[in-house]
């Protein structure tokens, strides 16, 4: 999320007790995540003006696996067109078009959300606790 300056899943309490094979569906979706995520690290910096650029997929990883874990368990027909995470979505919970009180209450993902580096004042990271509702 750049911002410029200024399932399937029948265990719904998330409690799983088995060990996560990691080559299974969701533990080969995260590493693919991963491998990308290193080559967009790779990227030159944005310049003016844009001042902050989060990375939800570095300090929201706990939730984004949580969900991967608990949605992507069977092979889907899916395409993203135009994701634009905003401020108040994935910015914050690490799940794609996820604001918090969904995220939490509805798909009922956990997981700590840690600070980003570097936090816009006016679009702080508050992870599953944030009250603010995405609009985009």
Do not use: I
């Amino acid at each position: 999320v750049a911002e410029e300056k200024e399932a399937d899943d029948d265990d719904d309490d998330g409690d799983s007790d088995e060990e996560e094979d990691e080559d299974d569906l969701a533990g080969r979706f995260l590493r693919l995540e991963q491998e990308q995520n290193t080559l967009l690290r790779e990227l030159p910096p944005f310049g003016d003006p844009v001042s902050h650029v989060y990375h939800p997929l570095d300090y929201a990883w706990e939730p984004h696996c949580d969900f991967v874990r608990r949605y992507c368990r069977t092979p889907k027909r899916v395409l993203f067109l135009g994701m634009n995470p905003g401020p108040f979505g994935m910015a914050q919970t690490g799940v794609p078009f996820g604001e918090a009180w969904h995220v939490r209450e509805w798909l009922r993902v956990v997981g700590g959300v840690k600070k980003p580096p570097m936090e816009h004042p006016k679009r702080p990271v508050l992870g599953l606790s944030c009250h603010r509702a995405e609009v985009s």
